[in-house]
């Protein structure tokens, strides 16, 4: 019995106690320190490379500048390596806002209907059609982003509702160059486990969705962000491009000025960890330059107090 006893001690109550010396600290420290610093500087070398193209306030490039409106502008691109993605970026727009995050009913997202009193405590303020934007109100827009014409009784229940359908960003951008169109491919933009799953259209969705919840550019927009300066990807280039001066033309629908804000194009290629990420190059560098100042600290530190620096006092 007292050798059971024993051996089950010894397997769930015997524990590894290290004691670590100022010699094992010191490299542990230089060791981690090391391997930080030159993650830092790879991932600092793969940001140079990956070439990247923001155009600012891009809506004011048109003169006068108007909204619903179609407008072109061209633009001198150097050239880049395939697959360049395209983003649309916003400035000074809280999608994180406790509000505006919870106003969505993620039930009629999934393509269910949804009562009332449930519209009321998901969608809150935006729970009819007659709460939508005007232009909501008359289209249904389709997967591949067609709008088509469909008037909506004002009031219904918005389908999708809240806060975050309502404000979805609505627009559309051709790249050309010498009036030979570079193809925007719009599929694939959104996380593979949110088509058809956590986004779904309605079996009748032309007549009760003012848009189908598996349009990827609703998905990508309902996917909110955790800053109030964000982008999110519109489409892919999957050919390279070559130097030269490109027209942009885009259908001019969100207006920024509702938000004190701003709305920027961006072109990006990617490397290994994604876009350009200074932050987490710089990151690396700065633990691992913090993990050798601590391992030089505890040098000093030894080299002044001699052998007796760390040992056990009697």
């Not at 999608?95 to 809150?124: F, M, P, W």
């Not at 007549?207 to 309902?222: A, G």
Request: proline share 4%; hydrophobic share 35%.
């Amino acid at each position: 019995m007292s050798d059971s006893k024993g051996f089950l001690h010894w397997l769930f109550f015997k524990k590894w106690h290290p004691v670590p010396s100022v010699g094992s600290t010191i490299a542990l420290f230089s060791i981690i320190g090391v391997i930080f610093v030159a993650l830092g500087i790879v991932i600092t070398v793969i940001n140079n490379n990956i070439q990247e193209v923001t155009i600012y306030k891009y809506d004011q490039k048109c003169s006068p500048v108007e909204y619903n409106k179609q407008c072109s502008f061209t633009y001198k691109l150097d050239q880049m390596k395939a697959p360049i993605y395209f983003y649309y970026e916003l400035e000074n727009f809280y999608q994180n806002h406790r509000r505006y995050v919870k106003s969505k009913s993620s039930t009629q997202l999934s393509g269910e209907e949804i009562s009332l009193s449930d519209a009321e405590k998901y969608c809150e303020p935006i729970i009819f059609n007659k709460d939508l934007e005007q232009w909501q109100q008359a289209v249904y827009i389709t997967e591949n982003n067609e709008q088509v014409p469909k008037q909506r009784k004002p009031d219904d229940i918005a389908s999708p509702c809240g806060l975050v359908a309502k404000s979805f960003f609505n627009d559309t951008y051709e790249l050309s160059l010498s009036e030979k169109n570079i193809e925007l491919n719009q599929t694939g933009i959104s996380w593979p486990n949110d088509k058809g799953k956590k986004y779904k259209r309605a079996s009748d969705s032309e007549s009760t969705q003012w848009i189908d919840p598996e349009n990827e550019h609703f998905i990508v927009w309902m996917r909110t962000a955790g800053l109030p300066t964000f982008r999110k990807l519109w489409g892919r280039i999957e050919q390279d491009i070559e130097e030269g001066e490109y027209t942009i033309k885009f259908q001019n629908n969100y207006n920024p000025q509702m938000f004190a804000g701003a709305k920027n194009i961006v072109l990006s290629t990617s490397g290994p960890f994604g876009g350009k990420n200074l932050f987490l190059s710089i990151a690396f560098i700065v633990v691992g330059v913090i993990q050798l100042l601590i391992a030089l600290a505890f040098l000093i530190k030894k080299i002044r107090a001699g052998p007796s620096f760390g040992q056990k006092n009697e």
